[in-house]
């Protein structure tokens, strides 16, 4: 029988409930038969490590990861803890670390649930949002001088680099070209951004030469904004920067439902290093500790834990159960509007794979 040796980070606030109960229903899944069985490593990492050591993670922890055949990680994020110490020590430092360089994020309308968008059919909008993880607007490039006083400067110098744009975009294209509707809009800001933005649209125009079956458009990232929310059935499979794919995946987000229940995949897809898999959501400190985290972002992410490992069987049978649960309203947490707790989610999905 197969292993699988996952690593799991819950790192802070939610992350410490939706973690546990994503380990479970994957324990579940493996007990319910498909030929693997899942050995979990859970590292503490996070904000009361930071509190106890100084440093978000240790200095080897990725020596730690990195014969792991995936990471399953919560949330990273601490009220008494500078957001930009909790996000390069721990999340970027194992994105980058690992040259995670395509994050990948899957919205659809799951059923059962209430979008906002009223003039929009759960089937128009089925999106992959594919951003570039490891460069651009997040290289980490800048300074800050003369702090304090009038004449302080600081900058975040966003660098674009023609292998990391080249790699990001045939990522895109190709994952465009797996699914139905073989459709890819590039987004960028090359009105304004005249160089590297200018770049990635040069690249994009040569990188589609390589797949010709792949229609493809280009849009900029303020007009995008507008046509999610006015025209989504026209979107399919999107790639942007790391920034303008950030914003615009908590926008298809939201237009699904809920951020709670967006999953991400931050993928090495050459599989030099473990992949990383999380929900999309934040540490959520006012529902941290009571129970009331919706399960379901983390639930989402497993499945494209799943697919990674090469177990579609699994990922769908997964899939399945997920949906079956969001169909009933009565197992909705919070974010959806109803009362349901993280461990009736977490239950009921376990109870639809047993059957
Ligand atoms: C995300 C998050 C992070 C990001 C935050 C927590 C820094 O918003 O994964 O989209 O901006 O990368
Ligand atoms: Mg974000």
Known sequence: MKTYRIATIPGDGIGKEVVPAGAEVLQALAASGG??????????????????????MPAD?????????AILFGSAGDPQIPDHITLWGLRLKICQGFDQYANVRPTRILPGIDAPLKRCKPE????????????????GVGGR???GHPIEAATDVSIMTRAGVERVLRFAFKLAQ??????????TKSNAQRHAMVMWDEIANEVAREFPDVKWDKELVDAMTARMVNKPATLDTVVA?????????????????????????????????????EPIHGSAFDIMGKGLANPVGTFWSCVMLLEHLGEQEAAQRLMAAIEAVTADTSLHTGDLGGTA??????????????R
């Open 61 to 69: 922890g990725l020596e730690a990861l990195k014969g792991k055949d």
């Open 145 to 147: 001088v003369h702090q």
């Open 35 to 56: 030929g693997f069985r899942f050995e979990f490593e859970d590292f503490g990492w996070g904000g009361d490590w930071y509190r106890a050591h100084g440093e978000m």
């Open 178 to 187: 797996s699914r139905p509707r073989k459709q890819l809009t590039v987004v």
């Open 341 to 354: 707790r993280t461990a009736d989610v977490t239950r009921a999905v376990i109870a639809r794979l047993a």
């Open 241 to 277: 920067t790391n920034l303008h794919a950030d914003i615009l995946s908590d926008l298809a987000a939201a237009l699904a439902g809920s951020l709670g229940i967006a999953p991400t995949a931050n993928l090495d897809p050459e599989r030099r290093y473990p992949s990383m898999f």
């Open 124 to 139: 128009d909008l089925d999106w992959v949002i594919v951003r570039e993880n490891s460069e651009g607007e997040y290289a």
